[in-house]
């Protein structure tokens, strides 16, 4: 089993930055895809942004791309998400996601998840 455990939201104005880590811990493997997803009030989880296990492929939502970037350090067991121009659109939990070898979209693939971490954008 591998725990997942994000950090780094908070409050930004709309055009700002942040940076998400996702640290793994427990039975980790490098044969994993990350992603991570978000969910907003009265919304479904949607997919974000996915990374293949060897950090070479990556994958975005439409909503975020060029914008956001995904990267990982296996060496650390860590994943990030680089957020730029941030919109208020962009206010949810965002979650750490893994799943054995290939990025999905879909949520229903990935069998580990973080707690979350809650990122504001105020316009």
């Known amino acids: 089993q591998v725990q997942l455990a994000e950090s780094g939201g908070g409050s930004v104005q709309a055009g700002g930055s942040l940076r998400l880590s996702c640290a793994a811990s427990?039975?980790?493997?490098?044969?994993?895809?990350m992603a991570w997803f978000r969910q907003a009030p009265g919304k479904e989880r949607e997919f974000v942004a996915g990374?293949?296990?060897?950090?070479?492929?990556?994958i975005y939502a439409d909503s975020v791309k060029g914008r956001f970037t995904i990267s990982r350090d296996n060496a650390k067991n860590a994943v990030f998400l680089q957020m730029n121009s941030l919109k208020s659109t962009d206010t949810a939990i965002y979650y750490c996601?893994?799943?054995?070898?290939?990025?999905?979209?879909?949520?229903?693939?990935?069998?580990?998840w973080g707690q979350g971490t809650q990122v504001t954008v105020s316009s």
């Open positions: 996601a893994a799943t054995p070898f290939l990025v999905h979209t879909s949520a229903s693939q990935y069998g580990n």
């Open positions: 427990g039975r980790t493997s490098r044969n994993v895809a």
């Open positions: 990374i293949s296990y060897t950090g070479s492929n990556s």
